[in-house]
């Protein structure tokens, strides 16, 4: 069916503009993430960019829901606040994260005042609040990359005329030069004889909202490529078999991507962006009015997510760990090149997440009543960018979840194994023996077994009365679960620990794991540890802080 032209800028202009963006990118994601090279060549930057959009699209169509069952056609504020929304909320990656502040720049010109539409001139506005909101975002602009595009659609737009069309058909004119230039201005692209990935993205975006007010294609952006930069698929392959032939000494850099959404206010989001600052690189912090996104390249993942945790609430934490394919800012080896082998594990808190992180794990945060689903677990495999994937859902409520998210990765032709750890710390005693260098079906099995061999507990508060395996228990009473079933019932959360590892460890065992959530009192773990020293000589402990994991303490005992 063809397009209806846009005349204004309205909510169903919104619509049809994210719609389209989501198929462009749907249809350049591998051309994108083929020519990706900088900062980091993860070859992700085209699926970074195409979730981001996706979740944008969703909060709109969210909106207009309310409009298909006959209700009054949504706003331009509301529909165009949701795609920011949901971008913010959705957004993956370094380009994913600009490209969520340069549509909420957009918004917050789009959304002034009560008017039901927007002109060229608003449309003018809008793209240069958006260029130069998403420079003020990033820690360190550099030249070459997507906010180059950006600052020469939104230069491009100022000299164009009042028509919402005419407009947007000179932005995507200006990105399209722009584009075809960067080789010239960022050396990791020369080297590698490609355009910047985040703005090619940015360029099918613009080139969408065209389509969406003119109701025609626009003119491919190879017609301004110049000879520059790659022309359809075959030219992809072309490049990536040239640089895969012709390697300088790659420069070293952090070997960790983290990324979360933060609750925090203003005041203390600043100070966080002075601490990531001196953490790493790849700083972009987007956001505002309480919620904020979060991206960094660091090599302490740990220390990352306790400058979220100071600042504010983080949640919806993902730490993956660059392969050894990935190169930081030189862009001197191919696109990211697929690891062999990586384990992706769901943890119940921020210390957790960091602390799998700094293993080597692409980590998947479940917040108490928030459990994550199948599509975010298959998100995580296809993060972690490896032909072998290991999958531990540690909590047992999570097995038919992560068997969805196997499947529907083995159909991509990931090889997946599942090994259905219960816990966390059942989670970390199979990353204690992970090798990815020995063969997958033998690290499964070692992995499988130190799982099994790990007895798990974790002491909670009973939300209310109810029947248990101990027992009536009553609202507020401390719970000591073993292997899932309630095996303590007790009135102090020290004295119900030291009862249930005692029980644990009448079974035997050489090592204990303590992992205290913010919610343990102060000394527990002292009081365990010399409980352990006292009563059980041959024993060991260790002690991990959790974070905001829903109990106070998980143990395990192998």
């Known amino acids: 069916m063809a397009q209806v032209p846009q005349t204004f800028f309205d909510a169903l202009a919104v619509r049809t503009w994210c719609g389209l963006a989501l198929g462009a990118l749907g249809r350049a994601r591998e051309e994108i993430d083929a020519i990706n090279v900088y900062p980091v060549a993860d070859g992700d930057t085209g699926t970074n960019l195409y979730l981001t959009v996706e979740s944008a699209t969703g909060a709109v169509e969210a909106v207009f829901a309310g409009y298909e069952l006959g209700e009054e056609v949504p706003t331009l504020a509301d529909a165009v606040g949701a795609m920011a929304h949901g971008a913010l909320i959705g957004a993956r990656g370094n380009s994913g994260t600009i490209l969520a502040q340069l549509l909420r720049g ?54 164009a005329g009042s028509d919402c069309g005419t407009v947007a058909g000179a932005a995507y004119e200006g990105a399209c030069k722009a584009l075809a230039a960067t080789p010239g201005q960022l050396a990791a692209l020369e080297r590698a004889g490609v355009v910047d990935a985040g703005g090619r993205g940015l360029v099918a975006v613009l080139g969408a909202l065209v389509e969406a007010f003119t109701g025609e294609t626009p003119v491919p952006f190879d017609a301004y490529a110049s000879g520059t930069g790659p022309v359809g698929h075959a030219r992809v392959d072309a490049v990536s078999d040239a640089r895969a032939g012709t390697r300088t000494a790659a ?13 925090a206010e203003d005041s ?34 740990g220390a990352a997510v306790e400058a979220g945790v100071e600042a504010g609430r983080p949640y919806r934490i993902r730490i993956t760990h660059f392969g050894a394919g990935d190169v930081h800012s030189g862009g001197d080896r191919p696109p990211r090149e697929r690891v062999q082998r990586a384990v992706v594990a769901v943890v119940p808190g921020e210390g957790l997440a960091g602390l799998y992180g700094e293993a080597g794990a692409t980590t998947v945060l479940a917040r108490p009543g928030e459990p994550p689903a199948s599509g975010e677990l298959v998100d995580a495999v296809r993060r972690a960018h490896a032909r072998e994937v290991v999958l531990l859902p540690n909590d047992a409520d999570l ?5 969805a998210a196997a499947e529907q990765a083995r159909a991509e032709g990931i090889r997946v194994a599942l090994i259905p750890t219960r816990s966390a710390v059942q989670g970390i005693a199979a990353l204690a023996v992970h090798q990815p260098d020995r063969r997958f079906d033998e690290d499964v099995v070692q992995m499988t077994s130190a799982a099994g061999a790990t007895r798990y507990a974790e002491v909670v508060i009973a939300e209310r009365q109810s029947w248990t395996m101990a027992g009536i228990c ?17 009135s ?9 590892l005692d029980r644990m460890l009448q079974a035997g065992g050489e090592l204990v794991t303590l992992v205290l959530g913010d919610e343990a009192p102060d000394g527990v773990a002292d009081r365990l540890e010399v409980r352990v ?14 974070g905001r994991q829903g109990a106070p303490l998980l143990i395990g005992v192998e």
Do not use: C, K
């Open 492 to 500: 102090d959360v020290t004295a119900t620990a030291e009862t249930v």
């Open 533 to 546: 020293r006292e009563a059980y000589l041959a024993v060991d402990t260790v002690v991990h802080r959790g």
């Open 268 to 301: 203390a989001v600043e100070r966080l962006q002075a601490r990531l600052d001196a953490l790493g690189d790849s700083l972009v912090v987007v956001g505002g009015d309480g919620l904020w996104n979060v991206h960094v390249h660091v090599d302490d993942a």
């Open 399 to 403: 097995r038919h979840t992560a068997a």
């Open 106 to 159: 957009m918004a917050h010109v789009l959304t002034e005042g009560e008017a039901t539409h927007m002109d060229g001139e608003g449309l003018r506005l809008a793209l240069r609040y958006a260029a130069d909101s998403a420079r003020r975002a990033v820690a360190h602009p550099v030249e070459g990359t997507v906010l180059s595009v950006a600052s020469a659609a939104a230069d491009a737009a100022d000299a």
């Open 251 to 263: 420069s070293a850099g952090p070997a960790f991507e983290v990324i979360y959404l933060l609750e």
């Open 474 to 490: 009553q609202a507020g009473d401390v719970l000591g679960l073993i292997d899932g079933d309630v095996a303590v019932i007790g």
